[in-house]
């Protein structure tokens, strides 16, 4: 045999091995698997945006109730003092964990956080409301952002486009979030500013109707919930091949939530909003859901709690300020109105009548007119 015919015949007999020697191999990340892990990087980064732009919107508030209320300068210049770059480290954080959280533990946590929302607002008095919902609204952030990631994944299964879907939705997450946090900076740098001139329509108008935004957000984040939720159950019950199955998970899962929401509400009255309490709390919800699934669940989903765990304290650990500044009694303070008589160029701002007044002190006789 000559030379190119022997070196044919040796390429012939590597191309013919090619397919068999893949076929040995299995365990080689495939197209398909790189694919899904962006997908799921996607779906991270747009709950973790979601989250951003629910942040920055409270700091704003937050900002505007402390400088409504002098008591609270140093609140005020902590808010302020916000670095950018430890923004940017929390949101890539927070991408991970929603990232290899799953959505099998992201759809439990979306349902006991909804649960545990409509028993704490259906308990609220008509005196109370406000307070309690900004409470809900920093406790609320690790499973809005598991919501998010859950609605999209059930939305885009099976859509053709998916990936195309998820970075269109990545720009206009990424669009409302940099507007946000503009918005936050603008507030915090200028508003005290803006509105003793009266020259700027955003912070007037935040002026004017910032003790609306509590409810705007709370209808919002109402909204985002409902859907988590019908995607949430619909995604659990795709793992279910028969009725039995089902009623076999569901039956201890609720037993579980509801006596989670007894116990978070007696806590509630019991202790005051603060940091280690909610701490606290989310240990006890995470444990209670941790011998749930070691019973009903798998193996994968264990590690996907403990990846709960660290993403709810990286979320408080980011709003820690806010959650310190709710613990102080009567705060927010009350909307600061705009009175007719107002000197130009200055706000004057009028107290709430409910609020106690000091009392004249009473004219001796010899200052009494005659």
Same mark, same amino acid.
Not at 363 to 368: G, K, P
């Given at each position: 045999?000559?030379?190119?015919?022997?070196?044919?015949?040796?390429?012939?007999?590597?191309?013919?091995?090619?397919?068999?020697?893949?076929?040995?191999?299995?365990?080689?990340?495939?197209?398909?698997?790189?694919?899904?892990?962006?997908?799921?990087?996607?779906?991270?980064?747009?709950?973790?945006?979601?989250?951003?732009?629910?942040?920055?919107?409270?700091?704003?508030?937050?900002?505007?109730?402390?400088?409504?209320?002098?008591?609270?300068?140093?609140?005020?210049? /902590?808010?302020?003092?916000?670095?950018?770059?430890?923004?940017?480290?929390?949101?890539?954080?927070?991408?991970?964990?929603?990232?290899?959280?799953?959505?099998?533990?992201?759809?439990?946590?979306?349902? !006991?956080?909804?649960?545990?929302?409509?028993?704490?607002?259906?308990?609220?008095?008509?005196?109370?409301?406000?307070?309690?919902?900004?409470?809900?609204?920093?406790?609320?952030?690790?499973?809005?952002?598991?919501?998010?990631?859950?609605?999209?994944?059930?939305?885009? !299964?099976?859509?053709?486009?998916?990936?195309?879907?998820?970075?269109?939705?990545?720009?206009?997450?990424?669009?409302?979030?940099?507007?946000?946090?503009?918005?936050?900076?603008?507030?915090?740098?200028?508003?005290?500013?803006?509105?003793?001139?009266?020259?700027?329509?955003?912070?007037?108008?935040?002026?004017?109707?910032?003790?609306?935004?509590? /409810?705007?957000?709370?209808?919002?984040?109402?909204?985002?919930?409902?859907?988590?939720?019908?995607?949430?159950?619909?995604?659990?019950?795709?793992?279910?091949?028969?009725?039995?199955?089902?009623?076999?998970?569901?039956?201890?899962?609720?037993?579980?939530?509801?006596?989670?929401?007894?116990?978070?509400?007696?806590?509630?009255?019991?202790?005051?909003?603060?940091?280690?309490?909610?701490?606290?709390?989310?240990?006890?919800?995470?444990?209670?859901?941790?011998?749930?699934?070691?019973?009903?669940?798998?193996?994968?989903?264990?590690?996907?709690?403990?990846?709960?765990?660290?993403?709810?304290?990286?979320?408080?650990?980011?709003?820690?300020?806010?959650?310190?500044?709710?613990?102080?009694?009567?705060?927010?303070?009350?909307?600061?109105?705009?009175?007719?008589?107002?000197?130009?160029?200055?706000?004057?701002?009028?107290?709430?009548?409910?609020?106690? /007044?000091?009392?004249?002190?009473?004219?001796?006789?010899?200052?009494?007119?005659?």
């Amino acid at each position: 045999m000559t030379r190119p015919e022997a070196g044919a015949g040796f390429l012939e007999a590597a191309m013919f091995s090619l397919p068999s020697l893949s076929s040995w191999l299995p365990g080689l990340p495939s197209f398909e698997w790189g694919f899904s892990l962006f997908d799921s990087l996607l779906q991270g980064l747009i709950g973790a945006l979601g989250v951003s732009v629910l942040n920055s919107l409270l700091k704003a508030y937050f900002f505007v109730a402390c400088v409504n209320d002098p008591q609270r300068q140093t609140h005020k210049q /902590r808010l302020r003092a916000q670095w950018a770059s430890l923004e940017t480290v929390h949101l890539a954080g927070l991408t991970l964990f929603l990232t290899v959280v799953g959505a099998r533990v992201a759809a439990l946590v979306v349902l !006991e956080f909804s649960l545990r929302a409509v028993s704490t607002v259906l308990s609220l008095g008509k005196g109370s409301g406000d307070k309690e919902r900004l409470q809900l609204f920093l406790v609320c952030q690790f499973s809005l952002g598991c919501g998010l990631t859950c609605g999209l994944s059930f939305l885009q !299964e099976g859509a053709p486009h998916r990936t195309l879907n998820l970075l269109l939705s990545l720009g206009l997450a990424a669009l409302l979030g940099l507007g946000a946090r503009r918005f936050r900076r603008h507030v915090c740098s200028l508003y005290e500013l803006h509105t003793s001139q009266r020259y700027c329509g955003v912070c007037l108008g935040l002026l004017a109707g910032q003790h609306g935004l509590p /409810r705007l957000l709370g209808r919002t984040l109402a909204v985002a919930f409902a859907v988590s939720d019908l995607a949430a159950v619909a995604l659990i019950n795709q793992d279910f091949l028969s009725t039995s199955e089902a009623v076999r998970f569901w039956t201890p899962l609720t037993i579980c939530y509801t006596l989670l929401v007894i116990y978070m509400q007696e806590e509630q009255r019991q202790h005051h909003f603060s940091l280690q309490g909610q701490v606290q709390t989310v240990l006890v919800r995470m444990s209670g859901l941790f011998i749930l699934l070691i019973t009903v669940g798998r193996w994968l989903d264990l590690l996907g709690v403990f990846v709960s765990l660290l993403g709810e304290l990286w979320c408080m650990a980011g709003v820690r300020i806010l959650i310190d500044l709710c613990q102080i009694q009567g705060f927010p303070s009350q909307r600061p109105t705009v009175t007719a008589a107002a000197t130009p160029g200055k706000v004057s701002t009028v107290s709430d009548p409910c609020e106690p /007044r000091p009392s004249t002190p009473a004219l001796s006789r010899s200052q009494a007119p005659s």
